[in-house]
Structures are given as structure tokens and as C-alpha cells.
């Protein structure tokens, strides 16, 4: 394990080790001559900040002090006092004397990371995006699968800080007239507690965590009575799922970032897209969050893979203290892509990566879903051609396009896709599932579907640079209704997840009649123009539509893109027109263009009106004009048809133009950011819809 990793990515340099928040009087600074001086505030493994007691300002830190733990622990250090603070702060740095008082620093501030991570408001100020739901369907629903279905214990909570007090819910009742969970107590006391007001209790969902206000209303012994609460906020989201390696024997090895000789080896406990975990002994192993580490080792199936670093938590489990690491930067592409290999295998083993050797079997999972029946009749007989040409160029190229087959008894039973839009905007698409496993029954289609869209988001979070996806769904069907709509009702941030209707249109590219008339005249851009439409737009969209969407000044041509997609091969351009009458703009065209064959419903090759005047989007001239526009654009490209966008008071004036209605459309778009409470929403639904098909969704 000692063969060095290749060269990383620029490294930025962080604090060493994060700050634990010091209870008042809990930590202080003894200065030679015994008296206590500074009182800490908060402390790192090499650093702190305090205050001067009463009447003790501006005495010599510099050089051997006493650091004094709770509990009478004194440790040797050598403080280096930062200066800059204001009056009566203190700020300083400091190294520990000896290794055995390193031992003890690092067992305390583990010990105060564990208890911080347990408090609820803490956390909520790290979690505030949250999932909400007041349906008393849904709510009785949530509870049933998780704290009766599943066992898992209800949490009391007091003031944002976490009692020992475990409830066991038994079942839901209906007593005099109120519902109520009937609840037994597990471990801890209540004491007074029956007798407060409203308090939050908590339990943990599938991928997130579940917290709810609401009374004791009964206690007898140690049968209690909660009343059934009226909303549900779903939050805490993980990025990916934790998964333990399979077998004995896999290891991680750290090289320790003070000790640099000393390397950790120590057995893994959990896997997931982007870190691991480990049992650890801060006396023996002297780690503190917030570490980085400069060499991280696993021997996974497909090789060694060496990454940087950063140490993210600690957290109890079954007794052992458990360290997170976070993996911040990957030795090479190679070393990154064994890892998410590694980790796909644990958390979906049921998925496989696309790659170029395994397109027949991807060609074989649409066909089996019946997405290749939806295609344009124009365009299906060359389908297959133009899928297998187009992902033989890009299925080996994960920065651009990436698939994911999902297999069931030893054949493909399922696909998803995602490739690159705009810049750091990526397109999920060919969402597929076997029509014949999904017949079977409610629970299969779930369990696929959960399986599918799980994986896609873990994958799309591992890309570096993806800031936003956007899909293009059908606004007919009730699953992506599910899927999507159901979940931007309950997300907090609109500013982070929206979902757009629109109307789909599809033309063919040769069109015998096309706008001919002299009212309307074309213009291309300039300056005067540009600057319109982007007013335009501001006042239109919303900031997450212009970024998502590449609207925003610096990207609205995709010049830069453009040409760092050409190089790459992959066609990737937007044109913008403008639709003049009696010298007045009044509407503008964005033209784009895609790989072909890509996407089998030729979404890349979108066109889309932006109206500088009010009701020029209407105007039947205006339209006519810009399409035949397009058409020229798109006929130079070879492209045989386009998809037109449009919003549903705009099809009126589409008429006529050679272009049919498809299907009204949705369009949804989400941050990087949001991808979390997307996953927990979809795994939770789907695991409560997997087992009891027949649960009311709403």
C-alpha cells in the first residue's frame, strides 16, 4: 500500500482542524504563575479563542501553558498568540507538548463533535431544506411504515438537545375521539415531562429524518400516549446511500496529517459515492474534524484507489465511535471512476455503468420499456443506428454522457441516461423500465423505479461541475405528477426546485410552405439587442430558469461552450434571431442543436420563443418567421426535425406553421443542492409504495 498516487487537482488549502463550541467554564488557559486566565470559547486540535478573564489583560501568552480539560485534565502546550483580535479576544494557536496529551485533546473534542451532531438545532441551521406534508393521510401513513412497519424508536427532544428517552410506537389508535400513537417507553425516564406543553420528537426515515411537535397526552407506567401530529417535516437528506463493503478484510489506509510516518489501517465500516467510515479511538488514533488527509487508500475489485481526504464527522454506533471521511479529490480519472464502480455495486447491485461494450444490452432496455413505439415514425427506422452510433462515441466519455443499466435475473430490465446541456447543466432522459416487469405488480414497478432513480442521482452528484438538471417530461402521465409535482409542493425552496408546464411541438425540417411575407423582418444580433433580450429575461425568468438554462449574460450565445464541446466532438450550439416589425423588435428565437441520436426524441435540438413585446408570442406572422428561420439553421446542421417549446396560450399561432402538438410537457429544474431532498423524498415514497402498493399518496 505504500505506491504513490498520481498528481491531484489544485488543493485548497482549509483550517486543519474544525472548532468545537466550549460550554461556559468548560475549558480555560492556565498561564505560568497557576492562575486561570483565559476563558476558552471554542477549540480545534491546534488552535482556540477565548476571552480574558476580569483584570487579566495583557499579560504574555507566548511559549508553555497550561490547557485545562473539564474533568481535571491539564495538558502541555506552546501557545503562538494571532494578533488582530478585538479588545479582550483572544486568539492563538498553539502544538501539544506530548502525544499522550494529544490523545486526551483529541478524545475530548470527539466526544463534543458526537454531542453537537445530536442537537437538533444545530442541525436544522445545516439542514434548511426540508420536505413538508400536512395531508393526515400521508402523515399516518409515514409514521405507520417507519416506526411500526419498520421498528424504528421515536426520539424526544427538549430545547433543540436530544433527552435519553426512546419511545417504541406499538400501534395507531383512536381513543375518545383523538388519534394518538400508543407509544412504550424504551429506555429513559419522563419525569416531568408529561406535564409540558407541545415538545419535538424525531425518527429516522429511510434516507433522512422525520421530526414532528406534539403532546403527551397519557401516561400510565410505561405506556405512552402522543398525540397523532397534524405535519411532518422530512429533512437531514443524505447525498448517497451507506452501504458495508462486501466481505472481510477491506481496509482503509491513512496517512496521519501530523504523524506523516504513521499510516492508519483500520477495517471499513461504510461505502458511499463520495467517503467512507471507520471505527476509530481518538486517544489512539488523534483525528479531529475537520483534518485534511493527504493520502487515503482502498483496494477495491477494480485496483487501488488513493484520493485526498477531509474528515467530515464522528458519530456512536452500537457502542464504537465511527470516523466519516468525505473523499475530496480522486488520484486520476481512472482511480475515480473505480471508486464510483465500487460504491454503485454496494448501495445498487442491481445497477451497472454503461459503457461502450454494453449497448446492445442498453438498446435491449428500451426496447423491452417500449420508448422506441414513442418515437416519430420519421425517424425510427434509422433509431437503432443513430443510438448505437452516437453512444459509441460518448458512452466512454463520462464527462459529456453517462447510462445506467439496471438488471434483473441476468438481463436488462431498466435504463437511465444523463448528458451535458449547458454548462454545469446536465439532462437526465431515456428513464425506462421493462413493460413486463412493471405489469406484474405495483411493488415491482416500485422497487425498480427506486432502484433506477436512486442510482441516477447518485451518479449525477458525482459529476464534477454539475450544478443543475434539468428535465423534459410528459405532463400526461400521473407517475412524473408523482415524481415531480408532489415533491415541489412539499420542497421549502423554490428558489432551488421549480416545475414549469409547456407544450410540446415537433416540425419537420423541410416544410413546402414557410413564411414568405415582408411584414416581419429577421435580424441577428447585436449589441442593442442582446442587452433587450436580457432585460427581457430577468423580468421573465427566475434566477434558477437563466442560470439552468444558460440564459444568463456571460453564457447566452454558448460561444465558450460551444467550442469546448466541438473539440470533444459533441455538437452543442444555440443561435439567437430577432423578429422586427416596422423597426420594432418585438420577439426573439433561440435555436439549439445536439448530438444526434443521443437522445432518441431529439430534445437537443429545442427552439424556443422569447417575446420582447407584449403578445408577439401570439403574433401567427411572427411565429411563422422564426420557425422558417430555424428550419434554415436546422437544414444546414442535416437535422430532419426539431422540437418547438412553447407555453400552453401560445398555441394558437403555431397553426399552420408544419408543426403537431406531441404532448403538453413539463420542465423541471433542480440545483445541485436540492438533488438530496429529491433522493430522500423519491426512496422514502417508494419504499413505503413497495410494501403496500395500495398507501394513499395524497
Same mark, same amino acid.
Given at each position: 500500500?505504500d505506491?504513490?498516487?498520481?498528481?491531484?487537482?489544485?488543493?485548497?488549502?482549509?483550517r486543519?482542524s474544525?472548532?468545537?463550541?466550549?460550554?461556559k467554564? /468548560?475549558?480555560?488557559?492556565?498561564?505560568r504563575?497557576?492562575? %486561570?486566565?483565559?476563558?476558552?470559547?471554542?477549540?480545534?486540535?491546534?488552535?482556540?479563542?477565548?476571552?480574558?478573564?476580569?483584570?487579566t489583560?495583557?499579560?504574555?501568552?507566548?511559549?508553555?501553558?497550561?490547557l485545562l480539560?473539564?474533568a481535571g485534565?491539564?495538558?502541555?502546550?506552546?501557545?503562538?498568540?494571532?494578533?488582530g483580535?478585538?479588545?479582550?479576544?483572544?486568539?492563538a494557536?498553539? @502544538?501539544?507538548?506530548?502525544?499522550d496529551?494529544?490523545?486526551?485533546?483529541? $478524545?475530548?473534542?470527539a466526544?463534543?463533535?458526537v454531542e453537537?451532531a445530536?442537537?437538533?438545532?444545530?442541525?436544522?441551521?445545516?439542514?434548511p431544506? !426540508? =420536505?413538508?406534508?400536512?395531508s393526515?393521510?400521508?402523515?399516518?401513513?409515514?409514521i405507520?411504515h417507519?416506526?411500526?412497519?419498520?421498528g424504528? &424508536?421515536v426520539?424526544? +427532544?427538549?430545547?433543540?438537545?436530544p433527552l435519553?428517552?426512546l =419511545?417504541?410506537v406499538k400501534?395507531?389508535a383512536?381513543i375518545a375521539?383523538?388519534?394518538?400513537?400508543?407509544c412504550?417507553?424504551?429506555?429513559?425516564?419522563l419525569? /416531568?415531562l408529561?406535564n409540558?406543553?407541545e415538545?419535538?420528537?424525531g425518527?429516522?426515515?429511510?434516507?433522512?429524518?422525520?421530526m414532528?411537535?406534539?403532546?403527551?397526552?397519557?401516561? &400510565? /407506567?410505561?405506556?405512552?400516549?402522543?398525540?397523532?401530529?397534524?405535519?411532518?417535516?422530512?429533512?437531514?437528506?443524505r447525498?448517497?446511500?451507506?452501504?458495508?463493503p462486501?466481505?472481510?478484510?477491506?481496509?482503509?489506509w491513512?496517512r496521519?496529517?501530523?504523524?506523516l510516518?504513521?499510516?492508519?489501517?483500520?477495517?471499513? @465500516?461504510?461505502?458511499?459515492?463520495r467517503?467512507?467510515?471507520?471505527?476509530i479511538?481518538?486517544r489512539?488514533?488523534?483525528?479531529?474534524?475537520g483534518?485534511?488527509l493527504?493520502?487515503?487508500?482502498?483496494k477495491?475489485?477494480?485496483g487501488?484507489?488513493?484520493?485526498r481526504?477531509?474528515?467530515?464527522?464522528?458519530?456512536?454506533?452500537?457502542?464504537?465511535l #465511527?470516523c466519516?471521511?468525505?473523499?475530496?479529490?480522486?488520484?486520476s480519472?481512472v482511480?475515480?471512476a473505480?471508486?464510483?464502480?465500487?460504491?454503485?455495486?454496494l448501495? $445498487?447491485?442491481?445497477?451497472?455503468? !454503461?459503457?461502450r461494450?454494453s449497448?446492445?444490452?442498453a438498446?435491449?432496455?428500451?426496447e423491452?420499456s417500449?420508448f422506441?413505439?414513442?418515437?416519430?415514425?420519421?425517424?425510427?427506422?434509422?433509431?437503432?443506428?443513430?443510438?448505437m452510433?452516437?453512444?459509441?462515441?460518448?458512452?466512454?466519455?463520462?464527462?459529456?454522457?453517462?447510462?445506467? #443499466?439496471?438488471?434483473?435475473?441476468g438481463?436488462?430490465?431498466?435504463?437511465?441516461?444523463a448528458?451535458?446541456?449547458?454548462?454545469?447543466t446536465w439532462?437526465?432522459?431515456?428513464?425506462?423500465?421493462?413493460?413486463e416487469?412493471?405489469?406484474?405488480?405495483?411493488?415491482v414497478?416500485?422497487?425498480l423505479?427506486r432502484?433506477?432513480?436512486?442510482g =441516477?442521482?447518485e451518479?449525477?452528484l458525482?459529476?464534477? !461541475?454539475?450544478?443543475?438538471?434539468?428535465?423534459?417530461v410528459?405532463a400526461?402521465?400521473?407517475?412524473n &405528477?408523482?415524481? +415531480?409535482?408532489?415533491?415541489?409542493r412539499?420542497?421549502?425552496?423554490?428558489?432551488?426546485?421549480?416545475?414549469?408546464?409547456n407544450?410540446v411541438?415537433?416540425?419537420?425540417?423541410?416544410?413546402?410552405?414557410p413564411?414568405?411575407?415582408?411584414?416581419? @423582418?429577421?435580424?441577428?444580433?447585436?449589441p442593442?439587442?442582446? /442587452?433587450?433580450?436580457? %432585460?427581457r429575461l430577468v423580468?421573465?425568468?427566475s434566477a434558477?430558469?437563466?442560470?439552468a438554462?444558460?440564459?444568463?449574460?456571460?453564457?447566452m450565445?454558448?460561444?465558450? *461552450?460551444s467550442?469546448?464541446?466541438?473539440?470533444k466532438?459533441?455538437?452543442?450550439?444555440?443561435?439567437?434571431?430577432f423578429?422586427?416589425?416596422?423597426?420594432?423588435p418585438?420577439?426573439?428565437?433561440?435555436?439549439?442543436i445536439?448530438?444526434?441520436?443521443?437522445?432518441?426524441?431529439g430534445l437537443?435540438?429545442?427552439?424556443r420563443?422569447?417575446? #420582447?413585446?407584449?403578445?408577439?408570442?401570439?403574433d401567427?406572422d411572427?411565429?411563422?418567421?422564426?420557425?422558417a428561420e430555424?428550419?434554415?439553421?436546422?437544414?444546414?446542421?442535416?437535422? @430532419?426535425? *426539431?422540437?418547438?417549446l412553447?407555453k400552453?396560450?401560445?398555441m394558437?399561432?403555431?397553426?399552420?406553421?408544419?408543426?403537431?402538438?406531441?404532448? !403538453?410537457?413539463l420542465?423541471?429544474?433542480?440545483h445541485?443542492?436540492? =438533488?438530496?431532498?429529491?433522493?430522500?423524498?423519491?426512496?422514502?415514497?417508494?419504499?413505503?409504495? &413497495?410494501s403496500?402498493p395500495?398507501?394513499?399518496?395524497?
Amino acid at each position: 500500500m505504500d505506491e504513490e498516487a498520481s498528481q491531484y487537482p489544485a488543493w485548497v488549502d482549509r483550517r486543519r482542524s474544525a472548532r468545537l463550541l466550549v460550554a461556559k467554564d /468548560g475549558v480555560h488557559v492556565k498561564i505560568r504563575g497557576g492562575r %486561570r486566565r483565559i476563558r476558552v470559547r471554542d477549540l480545534s486540535a491546534d488552535g482556540l479563542r477565548g476571552v480574558w478573564l476580569p483584570g487579566t489583560e495583557g499579560e504574555d501568552l507566548q511559549g508553555r501553558q497550561r490547557l485545562l480539560l473539564p474533568a481535571g485534565s491539564e495538558l502541555g502546550i506552546v501557545l503562538r498568540p494571532v494578533t488582530g483580535e478585538d479588545a479582550g479576544l483572544v486568539r492563538a494557536s498553539f @502544538q501539544i507538548e506530548n502525544r499522550d496529551d494529544y490523545g486526551e485533546l483529541s $478524545h475530548f473534542l470527539a466526544e463534543g463533535f458526537v454531542e453537537q451532531a445530536l442537537r437538533w438545532d444545530d442541525l436544522s441551521k445545516a439542514w434548511p431544506e !426540508g =420536505l413538508g406534508a400536512s395531508s393526515r393521510d400521508w402523515v399516518r401513513q409515514t409514521i405507520e411504515h417507519f416506526t411500526l412497519r419498520l421498528g424504528r &424508536e421515536v426520539r424526544v +427532544f427538549a430545547g433543540g438537545t436530544p433527552l435519553p428517552i426512546l =419511545l417504541r410506537v406499538k400501534e395507531l389508535a383512536t381513543i375518545a375521539g383523538r388519534q394518538v400513537l400508543v407509544c412504550r417507553l424504551r429506555d429513559g425516564a419522563l419525569h /416531568g415531562l408529561a406535564n409540558c406543553g407541545e415538545m419535538t420528537f424525531g425518527f429516522a426515515g429511510g434516507h433522512s429524518v422525520y421530526m414532528f411537535q406534539s403532546s403527551f397526552w397519557q401516561v &400510565e /407506567g410505561d405506556e405512552v400516549l402522543l398525540l397523532m401530529p397534524g405535519r411532518l417535516r422530512q429533512t437531514a437528506f443524505r447525498r448517497s446511500r451507506r452501504s458495508a463493503p462486501l466481505g472481510d478484510g477491506v481496509e482503509v489506509w491513512i496517512r496521519h496529517p501530523r504523524f506523516l510516518r504513521h499510516w492508519l489501517r483500520r477495517p471499513l @465500516q461504510d461505502v458511499s459515492s463520495r467517503g467512507l467510515s471507520f471505527s476509530i479511538v481518538p486517544r489512539r488514533d488523534l483525528l479531529a474534524v475537520g483534518e485534511c488527509l493527504d493520502r487515503v487508500r482502498v483496494k477495491t475489485p477494480w485496483g487501488l484507489v488513493s484520493a485526498r481526504g477531509l474528515v467530515r464527522s464522528f458519530s456512536r454506533r452500537e457502542g464504537a465511535l #465511527l470516523c466519516g471521511l468525505e473523499l475530496t479529490a480522486f488520484g486520476s480519472d481512472v482511480q475515480a471512476a473505480r471508486w464510483e464502480r465500487y460504491a454503485l455495486q454496494l448501495s $445498487h447491485p442491481k445497477l451497472r455503468i !454503461g459503457t461502450r461494450a454494453s449497448l446492445k444490452d442498453a438498446w435491449q432496455a428500451l426496447e423491452a420499456s417500449r420508448f422506441v413505439e414513442e418515437i416519430t415514425p420519421r425517424l425510427r427506422p434509422r433509431a437503432r443506428t443513430r443510438f448505437m452510433d452516437a453512444w459509441r462515441r460518448f458512452a466512454d466519455k463520462p464527462e459529456l454522457s453517462r447510462y445506467l #443499466l439496471l438488471v434483473e435475473a441476468g438481463r436488462p430490465a431498466g435504463i437511465v441516461a444523463a448528458s451535458l446541456l449547458y454548462p454545469g447543466t446536465w439532462m437526465p432522459h431515456h428513464f425506462g423500465l421493462d413493460a413486463e416487469l412493471r405489469s406484474k405488480s405495483k411493488s415491482v414497478l416500485f422497487a425498480l423505479a427506486r432502484e433506477n432513480l436512486s442510482g =441516477l442521482i447518485e451518479l449525477l452528484l458525482t459529476i464534477e !461541475g454539475m450544478e443543475h438538471c434539468v428535465f423534459f417530461v410528459d405532463a400526461n402521465k400521473e407517475w412524473n &405528477e408523482l415524481l +415531480f409535482g408532489k415533491f415541489i409542493r412539499r420542497y421549502s425552496s423554490t428558489a432551488r426546485a421549480r416545475l414549469d408546464p409547456n407544450e410540446v411541438w415537433k416540425g419537420p425540417v423541410a416544410w413546402p410552405d414557410p413564411y414568405l411575407g415582408t411584414r416581419v @423582418q429577421i435580424l441577428d444580433p447585436n449589441p442593442s439587442l442582446m /442587452g433587450m433580450l436580457r %432585460r427581457r429575461l430577468v423580468q421573465s425568468c427566475s434566477a434558477l430558469e437563466r442560470e439552468a438554462l444558460a440564459l444568463t449574460p456571460e453564457r447566452m450565445m454558448l460561444e465558450d *461552450f460551444s467550442r469546448k464541446c466541438q473539440d470533444k466532438g459533441y455538437a452543442r450550439k444555440r443561435w439567437i434571431h430577432f423578429a422586427q416589425i416596422r423597426g420594432r423588435p418585438v420577439a426573439a428565437l433561440m435555436a439549439e442543436i445536439g448530438p444526434e441520436g443521443l437522445n432518441l426524441f431529439g430534445l437537443f435540438d429545442q427552439v424556443r420563443l422569447v417575446s #420582447l413585446r407584449a403578445g408577439a408570442e401570439r403574433d401567427h406572422d411572427v411565429v411563422g418567421a422564426l420557425l422558417a428561420e430555424a428550419r434554415r439553421h436546422y437544414a444546414r446542421q442535416g437535422k @430532419q426535425e *426539431f422540437v418547438f417549446l412553447q407555453k400552453p396560450d401560445q398555441m394558437a399561432a403555431v397553426e399552420g406553421w408544419g408543426v403537431r402538438r406531441v404532448a !403538453g410537457g413539463l420542465r423541471f429544474m433542480i440545483h445541485r443542492s436540492a =438533488l438530496p431532498a429529491w433522493k430522500a423524498y423519491i426512496e422514502d415514497l417508494m419504499l413505503m409504495l &413497495e410494501s403496500k402498493p395500495s398507501v394513499v399518496l395524497w
